[in-house]
């Protein structure tokens, strides 16, 4: 009961009767404080309803005033009531209630400053009275956890008794300071009636056991008193006075709900040296271990693991349970890699009979890993393969399937790795050509010049340009010209020569070609025609004008002496391209007068030779070092010109012989568009062949070789006009891509190959596809990472990336494979990502080429670090932990000692199983003395001596003592 003044009156009573035992006289004041200010609150809220209804006979101003009155005064009130309620100290209390008095005393102010005051000095003295005080108590309210609380951060602890506002009680009850943990020893008076009268003695209390661990509350804790006050009515006693095995059955099970066996290795004074590190299935495998330990430990090996090694083991496939602890024969022996912590990196993908088999296979693991590089195929690798001594390259997948391998076998590694790097370089600019779409080709030549090929649908070159060019741009531009008019190209063959007809921008201009496209004769510079008519009256012209020519032969320049149309004479000076550099500008009236004049201004051309036509001429002249001719007529007009320059007078002249023989017979064509012209080719086989040529008069393309007769080559001409102008152009640098396509008995098979600019092939595809887009895929897959894959040798073995399953995201792990992908070694872990397996991988590689051979023939300790610290354990050969340290330690080297003093006491150790809870008793090191405990059948210790005693009977007593009288002992619960 809790205690406190009197508590007599009418508000204590109320309190006590109807709402519960108070603790603090703030509580009880703050309860009926708040009750009054919720009172006011709501007979405001009334007064605001019957007033506003006429039921109050009041006045509207007075019902208002009233309403705020009543209402400002319960607020205050409210909360002041609300704060009382904390856990206040005594500071705090006069605070809240300053607060609420200044707040209910400027109501006051209310009712001089209301309705007409408000904006006065009354007014705000209200305000500032009112929200003053308001401010104060919610400040006490606000800041109540931090500073006036019974806990508060910034001030120290008070006792609840000291601060005078406790209800106390009319008697006060003393609890013993031992009943309630507040000290070991003390002791009371008992007063008790006996036969002759009332008695007293005093008795002396001292604590003798204690509780294992602490609970989270008061019910908690009996609950677990009850249970083992059961214990100590059935518990044994157990005095060890030396090392022990003890057995338990671990009622938490072993990890699905079961029941198991586990044991532990304490000293003389209980102090866990070992435990088994898990549960047995039940209690012979349990015995087994320990037998295995306690026969095997104080001679077995310690395993030295520094730098990773290769271990030996039988997977126990064959063997019962307490045969694979106890590491009897029978099954298959296996071998795996361990780390310095004997964390396993990888394993052995197969089993093996004998033991000497497994460590064979090691070796040749050993052996294998040093040299072996990695596949770390993201996306695509090549692979390097010998046979017979002759090298070969295939292309594989993330997952290790064969897409590609080379067209060729090469002599020596450096040769195919050259066509490897060729691949790889010219990759990421590799087109993509299709078998049976044509297309131009444009490919640099080793000239450094650009020349271009034209394919057909059935993937065969059937044109090819006329010369190279400087650059792909140019070639491109060739290429244009001819999808522009190869649409509209006719198909003509030339008989000896030919006039040609063509546009020269928006004039016209004529030609004379031979059957060799040479040109014999053109229309002059500065003579274009406004329409094909023109220039056709102008050909039929200079045709008459050549049967009767003259030849003539002078300087670069000429005075030209004529006679006109009307019987006058004129002159005039042309220079070397015909063009009229001065004339007489007026007829004269004799042949003597136009010479006179014109020997007048040949004292400004003094070198300009002077020709007389009488009739047609054919000049042949020099100028800058080189020959040309004109033809002109009587009147001194430039009829045609020679196409070019000749580097001598007599090559001129034989081309002046030409014009005169083919140019009165030639046939006249109007060329306003391309055409394909078909001849004889010169050689010996004199194939015909055929020509694209541009209205401009320049051959664009050529067939890419002759065809036995004219129809023939009229057919490929035709068939090229069909399909060129929609070709698609490509760029072939180096290497391309080029797909093709059969058909099957499912339809439609598509395989690719790589080949280079002259189409020859460099790799082939591996698998078939069923659709264009299939095979582009792979094809993409190539050519957006070749350029970056791996490039490997599996010789003698190549360590492997890979995902463990099909899907993305699935895990990664690695595998040592040899050059038939048999695998020798595989990652004992998976991991989630590649960089991770990656990192586990250069772990693996770095500890396989050195690590050396654990060899123990049953079982061996070994040292291992934790995060928690440094422990031993004791495994089998089938990697079994047998047992491991109770502690960990802080060092290798303690943790060395600790096994040192282990080893010592195992043969000795007996084997104690532990059924029933049971006392142990234990003689300290020393001076330390004799200690008990109580200790369950899981091996959990759930009670121990509260003090040690000097003398082992003095520890029997009080065990003694807490076994008779424990089980029906009262419990003492501190108020």
Known sequence: MATGSQPDSVSYGLYDEYIGEPRTKPEVYGYWVLVVGLVAVLAGAGVLVTGRTGVLPLSRVAVTELVLALGAAGVPLFVLGTVLQLPLR????????????????????????????LGTTD?????????????????????????????????PDEDVAAMGWVVEAETETRVSDVLVGNADRDGVFAVFPGESGWHWWFVEQAAVADGAQAYDSQNDAETALEEIKTKVAGASLLEINHAAFRLYRDTDGNGDGGAGVRWTLVDGDGVVLADSDGNYADRETAESAVNLLKEHGPGASLLDVDEGAFEVYGDGAARSPAENRAGAGGGDWRWRLVDENRGVLGEGPRAYDDRDDAEASIRSIREAARESPVMDVE???VELVENGGRWRWEMVDAADDSIMRSSDEFESREAVEASVRRIMEGAIDMPFLEAGSPAYELIEGDDAGWRWRLVDADDEVVARCDGAVPSEESGRSVVGRIKDVVADASVVELDDAEYEIYPEGDQWAWRLVTEDRNIVARSPASATFEDPADAEAAVEGMREEIETADRIEFGSAAFHLYEATEGGWNWRLVDADGSVVSDSGQEHASREDAAAAMNTMKQHAPEADLVEIGSAALELYEAAAEWHWRLVDARGETLATSPGRYDSDEAAREAMDALSLLAPEADTRRMDAALFQVYIGEGERRQWCWR??????????RDLGGFTDRESATESATSVADFAADAAV??????ATRFSVTEGEEGEVWEWEIVDRDREPLAVGTDRFPSRDAVATTARLVRDNVGGASVFAVDPAAFRLETVGDDEG???????????????LVGARTHESRESARADLSRARELAGDAGLLDFDLAAFEITERAEGWSWQFVDTADNTVGRSGPTFESRSAAE?????????????SLLEIESPAFELHDGDGDDG?????????????AESKRTYTTRREAREALGGLREFGPDAATEVKA
């Open 379 to 381: 996306q695509v690798g």
């Open 730 to 735: 490509h760029t072939v640098e180096d290497v």
């Open 810 to 824: 699935d895990p990664w792990r690695w595998r040592l494979v040899d050059p038939d992908r048999n695998t020798l």
């Open 692 to 701: 694209l040529i541009h209205p401009d008069g320049s051959t664009i393309a």
């Open 90 to 117: 005594r500071r705090a209390v006069p605070v809240a209630a300053l607060g609420s008095l200044v707040s209910v005393g400027a109501v006051g102010y209310f009712f001089r400053a209301y309705p007409g005051r």
């Open 930 to 942: 004799w200690r008990w405990r109580l200790v369950d059948t899981d091996g959990t210790t759930v």
């Open 897 to 909: 000692r600790a096994l040192a003093s282990v080893r010592d006491v195992l043969t000795t150790a």
């Open 123 to 155: 007014g705000q003295l209200f305000f500032a009275g009112y929200g003053g005080g308001l401010a104060l108590l919610a400040l006490v309210a606000a800041l109540v956890p931090v500073l006036t609380g019974r806990r508060g951060y910034f001030l």
